[in-house]
């Protein structure tokens, strides 16, 4: 009697926290919804006001672009259909005339022009106005034809458009930014539904899509911030696809037999820069025996989960232009120890490594280990990103004398990287050499794509014969997917909904 | 009482003032937060542009005096990173701080306190310092460390309570009992403390020598007389709490306040971050207040000594 008695006492609590759990967990029969946990809520939804992963991961199904790749990395046609080079400097392109936004108003040439309008309008003040201000003009040439003026030769032009959201006139073109942020109205294959501030963004399936029609009804879109209750979430069922891990969380999620890790290597490339205008970097040999210290393999291995690619330019193979046969510096600290005591001037002083938290701070510790192991004294110094940011963009002779860092252009294009890691002009630029200025302007404007590609091959090699920046390795980006969830990441970091699928 | 009040509320305005005034400069000093709303593509010239349209390139004395002309006219400003107004940012957070605060609270009470008076009536018997020793081990646990061991279990395993998010009351019981354990130790020690104290006063003594059984002696006496000085630290705790909700809401992704200041913070929305820091005066100073004014109720003492 007296136990039964407890055993009430005990099944009570349980018995009701378990109806709330089943109540708050049961999943519906057909895979209707599908959650995603992001880190934060997007900071914007009008496509061109913001700049940042947790926004496009959600607006670009909701906008339709220009164009778009394909999972290989192709640039395929979306809103354009085809396009045409009919000078140097303009481009015709053909607008698809079965597309209706959201609203049901059909989209039209006149669409596109007021877009790029938008975009590059400075009083606009868009984040993302470095991206196609080379787009001069913009006018309707003909029944759904646009012509696309740039300022000289722009062969990068198709890679910028990729990221060019198209948004109503009769819409955007009535409001401030802020008031379409909150009811953004475009093409694609989901529909904007709510936004619960600080929660989640809700879509829906728009019917009327006039491509590949999304898989679930709705995606619920959540701001998780931090990792480790991202995995959480995956393995308990309570969300279907997390962003952003880190290679301990994807060893868990492979372990806990909930949840698999889908990854892609990305268009970031890391990399190491040194300031070469400052002594004593400015010594090539010096900057040579830094190339031999670094043991790339150890890194990816040892601590990026063996997911990068290391490469040896600065590029990756998802750029254009990626060219065979390009050797960097092998690992190789006896060279780099003889390379140190043959300097005419000896680095006495220490040499400070600049880094912010955004950074992997164990790649950070790894690199001044192996340059103290070559004989250097290297100091890490840690700022907020904001500072760091601040930091790195000045003239060469203020700049942090060493760097780690990841650059992405977004565009998968050679020259949104190297024009502003190389070029002496760009304020992120270390290096000041006439010749690959002359041939990053040259390979800017040439249209032909074979000899631009040389260019950059070119380019490419004399930077690692004077080692004026050292590539390190393609980062890779990790996410955890339920079991059920069949989906390809893509290396321009964006979760189109519309190519997921789910089998029970 | 009321010129009490009036004073009061005078020095709580300065107060708010000089709160304005630091947060301002403070966020000022830290750098600028247009490099953070660009791509690292951006050039110069963007900087620039985007600087002008949130009037970042306006001199310091301008920008406070714009600054300062808002805050009289109740105008919070738009967020620089959601180009949204500030008001409606964190009056759409502020209901989950409150819910979680609340719920810290009465985890902290509804254990605090218990233990607090175990502790002070059998506090000859060695089994209530160990029931401190728990006590204090759970306070003693980052709450990165104990939210993530809660949601692994309750959530991933168990599968009792939603691992994280909000929206219905089972979300709401891990963060609570993980913000609330912060807040436990420091009930049962005051009330401990508090109640050895009552316990040594005459009236006490007498009380038992009429015959008043101990549970009478508790209910009634002990327990009322004693509560003064936890009051008062609840004042101080909900202060803590708000702090405290900070990694608690980022574990659980519990949308608060708290969440929201790390992030605005980081990305330098210096708007949203002052209308968080204002709040935040506001709510500390008011509270202190109101605990003024609970005293008087608990305690007539206090209440004659006000209209004197």
């Given at each position: 009697m007296k136990a039964t008695k407890r055993a009430a006492r005990f099944a009570l609590p349980i018995a009701l926290s378990l109806g709330v759990a089943i109540s708050a967990l049961t999943p519906a029969y057909a895979k209707d919804v599908l959650t995603v946990d992001l880190?934060?809520?997007?900071?914007?939804?009008?496509?061109?006001?913001q700049w940042n992963p947790d926004s496009y991961y959600i607006y670009r199904n909701i906008f339709d672009n220009m164009v778009t790749r394909n999972d290989a990395g192709d640039i395929e046609p979306q809103i354009a259909t085809e396009w045409k080079r009919?000078?140097?400097t303009e481009t015709v392109f053909t607008i698809r005339d079965d597309v209706t936004f959201h609203d049901g108003t059909p989209l039209t040439a006149e669409d596109v022009v007021y877009t790029v309008e938008r975009i590059t309008d400075t009083d606009f003040a868009s984040p993302q106005l470095g991206q196609f201000n080379k787009i001069i003009k913009a006018e309707?040439?003909?029944?759904n034809e646009v012509t696309l003026t740039t300022d000289g030769a722009y062969p990068a032009l198709l890679a910028q458009l990729v990221k060019l959201s198209i948004v109503p006139k009769h819409i955007a073109s009535t409001m401030t930014s802020a008031e379409f942020n909150e009811a953004p109205v475009g093409s694609g294959p989901y529909v904007f539904s709510s936004w619960d501030r600080g929660v989640s963004v809700t879509v829906t399936k728009n019917d009327n899509y006039w491509g590949d029609k999304g898989p679930f009804e709705s995606v619920v879109f959540r701001a998780v911030p931090d990792a480790a209750t991202r995995v959480a979430d995956l393995q308990a069922g309570a969300a279907d696809l997390v962003v952003t891990l880190n290679t301990d969380l994807a060893q868990q999620v492979e372990n806990g037999g909930q949840g698999k890790v889908l990854t892609v290597n990305t268009e970031r490339v890391a990399y190491f820069a040194m300031n070469s205008a400052l002594a004593p970097l400015d010594q090539p040999d010096l900057r040579r025996a830094i190339g031999h210290a670094i043991d790339r393999e150890a890194i990816v291995e040892g601590l990026l989960g063996g997911y990068p690619q290391i490469v040896d330019q600065m590029l990756s193979p998802a750029h254009f232009g990626w060219a065979e046969g390009i050797e960097g510096f092998d690992y190789d600290p006896e060279k780099a120890r003889e390379l140190i005591a043959g300097?005419?001037?000896?680095?006495e002083a220490e040499i400070e490594l600049a880094t912010s938290p955004v950074f992997d701070q164990r790649v950070v510790q790894a690199i001044q280990q192996m340059l103290t192991d070559v004989g250097l004294k290297v100091s890490i110094e840690t700022n907020d990103m904001a500072t760091w940011l601040k930091d790195q963009q000045t003239s060469p002779e203020q700049a942090p004398m060493l760097t780690f860092s990841r650059w992405s252009c977004a565009c998968q294009d050679p020259d949104g990287i190297m024009y502003p890691l190389l070029h002496s002009s760009s304020n992120w630029s270390r290096v000041k050499d006439g010749e690959i200025d002359a041939l990053l302007d040259a390979a800017r404007s040439e249209l032909d794509e074979a000899k631009r590609a040389e260019l950059y091959a070119r380019i490419n090699r004399m930077a690692l014969s004077d080692a004026d920046i050292l590539p390190l390795y393609q980062a890779a980006i990790i996410y955890g997917a339920a079991e059920n969830l069949d989906w390809q990441p893509t290396s321009n970091e964006s979760l189109f909904i519309n190519r997921m699928s789910w089998t029970e | 009482m009321s010129v009490f009040l009036l004073q009061r509320l005078g020095q709580a305005l300065v107060a708010i003032f000089g709160v304005m005034t630091l947060v301002f400069f403070i966020q000022r000093l830290t750098g600028d937060p247009t490099y953070l709303l660009v791509?690292?593509?951006?050039t110069q010239a963007d900087i620039d542009a985007l600087r002008r349209s949130l009037g970042l390139d306006q001199p310091l004395v301008v920008q406070y005096v714009n600054y300062l002309w808002d805050m009289l006219r109740l105008d919070f400003g738009t967020s620089y990173v959601q180009n949204v107004a500030v008001t409606e940012i964190i009056m759409s957070r502020l209901p989950y701080t409150l819910q979680l605060t609340g719920g810290a609270l009465l985890v902290a009470f509804v254990i605090g306190l218990p233990v607090g008076l175990a502790m002070a009536i059998w506090?000859?018997?060695r089994a209530t310092n160990l029931l401190m020793g728990v006590v204090l081990g759970a306070q003693s646990m980052p709450t990165f460390w104990s939210g993530i061991l809660m949601i692994m279990v309750f959530g991933v395993w168990l599968r009792w309570l939603p691992p994280s998010g909000s929206g219905s009351f089972s979300h709401l019981i891990m963060p609570s009992i993980a913000l609330g354990l912060l807040s436990m130790a420091t009930y049962a020690r005051i009330a401990r403390s508090s109640i050895l104290d009552e316990m040594s006063k005459d009236y006490i003594r007498s009380a038992r020598a009429r015959g008043v059984t101990t549970g009478r002696l508790v209910g009634k006496h002990l327990i009322r007389n004693s509560l003064i000085p936890v009051i008062s630290i609840s004042a101080l705790e909900i202060s803590q709490l708000l702090a405290g909700a900070v990694i608690v809401e980022t574990v659980f992704a519990w949308p608060g306040l708290g969440q929201l200041t790390v992030q605005s913070v980081q990305a330098r929305d210096f708007v949203v971050v002052q209308g968080i820091v204002l709040l935040g005066a506001f709510v500390t100073i008011s509270v202190n207040l109101v605990a003024d004014i609970l005293y008087s109720v608990v305690d007539p003492r206090i209440r004659k000594g006000g209209r004197a």
């Open positions: 880190v934060n809520e997007p900071s914007s939804l009008d496509p061109h006001q009919i000078s140097d309707v040439t003909g029944d300097l005419e001037t000896a680095p | 791509p690292e593509t951006a506090r000859r018997y």
